[in-house]
């Protein structure tokens, strides 16, 4: 099956700690991207990578990290230094040309 | 920067026609997407329009007009499972293949 993949679903950190989520596709696409999500608004931009070894900053890139090692991979870590973690985070692919992004099942993370 | 603009919440009856509006402001559009998105799941492609017109897809429509900056998702004969909320996204020229989300709108179908 082709498809995206997220894990976990649930979350959970203290504050302070660094968190990786991960994100996973086989559906060879060249481009992914991460988007933050609270309650009752849109999808913001966080980071995104259009090929392999190269990523830009997307409109709320601070506080957050990510790498593209391998087509099929793009983790993104909320580090210590992202005053509001909370929220749902989702990861989207798609070829590299002006192509309908698809979106994986997200990752709720909540900070205590 | 872009103005995207939807209405935040609009209720239905089962069987009935929503209209779910959407304006935008933006220099170098490439096109409008519509999601649907139910409540803590991903979002799912629903229609996209580049050029100005209706495009129709079963019981969902989206029409575009580029000169007013305006696009529109129809939803017919609304089922219990239409409730969720619906996501406008405009994508730039100068962008790449980045989009830009409006707020959502979720729609409440009741019987």
């Known amino acids: 099956d082709g498809g995206i993949t997220q894990s976990p679903k649930y979350l959970f950190r203290k504050e302070g700690q660094n968190v990786t989520l991960s994100c996973e596709q086989n559906?060879?696409?060249?481009?992914m991207y991460w988007y933050r999500q609270d309650p009752g608004q849109g999808l913001r931009l966080i980071y995104y990578?259009?090929?392999?070894?190269?990523?830009q900053k997307g409109d709320i890139a601070e506080g957050y990290s990510v790498s593209r090692e391998k087509k099929e991979s793009f983790p993104l870590t909320v580090t210590s230094a992202q005053k509001n973690p909370t929220a749902f985070y989702l990861c989207?692919?798609?070829?590299?040309?002006?192509?309908?992004?698809?979106f994986g099942p997200g990752t709720r993370l909540t900070v205590l | 920067g872009q103005n995207i603009d939807q209405p935040t919440e609009m209720t239905a009856t089962e069987g009935a026609i929503v209209q779910i509006n959407c304006t935008y402001q933006?220099?170098?559009?490439?096109?409008l997407f519509w999601y649907q998105q139910h409540a803590g799941e991903a979002p799912t492609f629903l229609s996209y329009?580049?050029?100005?017109g209706l495009e129709e897809k079963g019981r969902f429509s989206s029409f575009l007009s580029r000169s007013k900056g305006y696009s529109y998702l129809l939803l017919k004969e609304l089922q219990m499972k239409d409730s969720a909320s619906y996501l406008c996204?405009?994508?730039?020229?100068?962008?790449?293949?980045?989009?830009?989300f409006g707020g959502g709108t979720r729609v409440l179908v009741k019987p």
């Open positions: 989207a692919s798609s070829t590299q040309g002006p192509d309908t992004q698809y």
């Open positions: 559906l060879n696409h060249d481009a």
């Open positions: 990578s259009q090929i392999v070894n190269d990523f």
């Open positions: 933006t220099s170098g559009f490439n096109g």
């Open positions: 329009n580049v050029l100005d």
């Open positions: 996204a405009v994508r730039r020229v100068a962008a790449g293949n980045k989009l830009t």
